[in-house]
């Protein structure tokens, strides 16, 4: 063979080695970026935060006061629900 022929069937073997063991994409876009579509605006309140556990998705609302509120993404209906507000619970503990 010559030099040229080996250098391309080297090139090609690597490449099918090299798509052949790559990861697949699960989903894309990530639930938590689809889920940002129906995120619900909270008058008087800013966006804390998103947080993916698991198969879920999470955000947390903040006000001036420091209260906070979490919502829980449902992946089958595309809506979120409020599943906790706890009083102070954006307050830095400062000992």
């Given at each position: 063979?010559?030099?040229?022929?080996?250098?391309?069937l080297?090139?090609?073997?690597?490449?099918?080695?090299?798509?052949g063991?790559?990861?697949?994409?699960?989903?894309?876009?990530?639930?938590?970026?689809?889920?940002?579509?129906?995120?619900?605006?909270?008058?008087?309140?800013?966006n804390?935060?998103?947080?993916?556990?698991?198969?879920?998705?999470?955000?947390?609302?903040?006000?001036?006061?420091?209260?906070?509120?979490?919502?829980?993404?449902?992946?089958?209906?595309?809506?979120?629900?409020?599943?906790?507000?706890?009083?102070?619970?954006?307050?830095?503990?400062?000992?």
């Amino acid at each position: 063979m010559k030099k040229n022929q080996k250098k391309s069937l080297f090139l090609i073997i690597s490449i099918l080695l090299l798509s052949g063991c790559a990861t697949d994409i699960e989903e894309y876009p990530p639930l938590w970026v689809k889920s940002l579509e129906t995120l619900p605006r909270q008058e008087g309140y800013r966006n804390a935060g998103m947080f993916g556990m698991e198969d879920n998705v999470y955000a947390q609302f903040c006000d001036s006061h420091g209260n906070q509120k979490w919502f829980s993404y449902n992946k089958e209906t595309h809506t979120w629900k409020q599943t906790k507000y706890e009083t102070y619970g954006c307050r830095e503990n400062n000992g």
